[in-house]
């Protein structure tokens, strides 16, 4: 039997290997038809997992004697049972966004302004639940959103997926998603202009900004918001631990660990988002910019916490790989050095037909070494096929009141 190393290229999380696939020892370990079920399962049968030749070969052939385009679409479709019930996670996280946009319009005292925002809140957490990859992209990729809800709905998935890892309580947890989700509402129409403007803040707009933690929990009073989790979050989301922050100057231990995590998921999001006056910082640059300048405002071990959660390259990143080309980061895998990405063009050659999904890891052609700035990238990224929808129970997404 002829046996030969797999290629990362050969296999696909959620598909069928089309191969039998054995140990180097020739121990059989899947038969051909077996679901990959993760990218850890994947990166193990490419680290270890040999294939026979003649299988390959076998394959070919009756592929060669029926039509290739069958056989194409054997590979990239799901199984119809798979396929029941999903939901792109880009559609719901844009529906959240546009929900809060709704909902922060409406006039104190709104019904059903509370469960508009806990129902926004739930799907947040919800899409963090059924692919955390595809929902941290989302910050880096919706670019179509206005920036107040989009913002806000950043900080809400990094929010979410921070205080999910530490185990958090879910009720506290909810709170602070919802906190995230409405600690601007005081200064929407601000934050967009801001985001257009060149010029330094007036003194209007600096008071603003200095009392919109505040008038922000005021107007959620008026909402008849009486959650002190949620409140003292909105409240305290630009204080300080060494007393360097606003509206009231308090220090740690007075600044609630939820109000922390959303101060540093605030400025996490700040930094990978393009101003008129900047350019985004990349996912590594905002990461050493708070390790450098943020760690005397907010606790190291948080800082710790969003660099484990984030990684080094995290999904929805561009950057170049030791062979030349382009790729978007994908899927984070154990070692933050190399995560799954998929290749979408050489620097001297077109895009690419279709996305070519490399393992970081598995060569040394393969490795990153470089940020890619996104104006640079020669093709428009396609979420949903690069993240497919998650299966997800038959819940009704987020919704502004009546």
Known sequence: MKLAKIRADMLQVGAPVPFDIYSPAGTLLLRRGHLVESELALERLVETGLFNWKDVEAQASRARSSSSNRVVSEFSRLPSELARNRVSIFDRLTEAAHALDDVRSLEPPAAGFEAAIRSTAASIRECCALDSDAALAQILLAESLRYSPRHSTSVAILTALLLSRQRHDPVRTESAVAAALTMNFAIFDLQDTLCRQQEPLTSEQHAALHLHPGEGAKMLRNHGIE???????????????????????????????????????????????????????????????????????????????????????PPGAFVRLANGETAIVVRRLLDPRHPVVYALHQDTTPPYDSPKKRLTASHRELEIIADVKPESVRVKVEPDKLWPPSAIADTPPATPPP
């Open 227 to 313: 959650d002190a989790t949620w409140l003292q979050a909105v409240e305290q989301h630009h204080e300080a631990r060494n007393g360097s922050g606003y509206p009231a100057g308090l220090k740690e231990p007075a600044i609630g660990l939820e109000a922390q995590v959303v101060s540093l998921a605030d400025r996490y999001c700040v930094l990978v988002s393009p101003r008129a006056y900047r350019p985004a910082l990349s996912p590594r640059q905002a990461i050493k910019e708070l390790n450098d300048r943020a760690a005397q405002a907010i606790d190291p071990s948080l800082i710790a916490a969003l660099i484990a959660a984030v990684g080094l390259f």
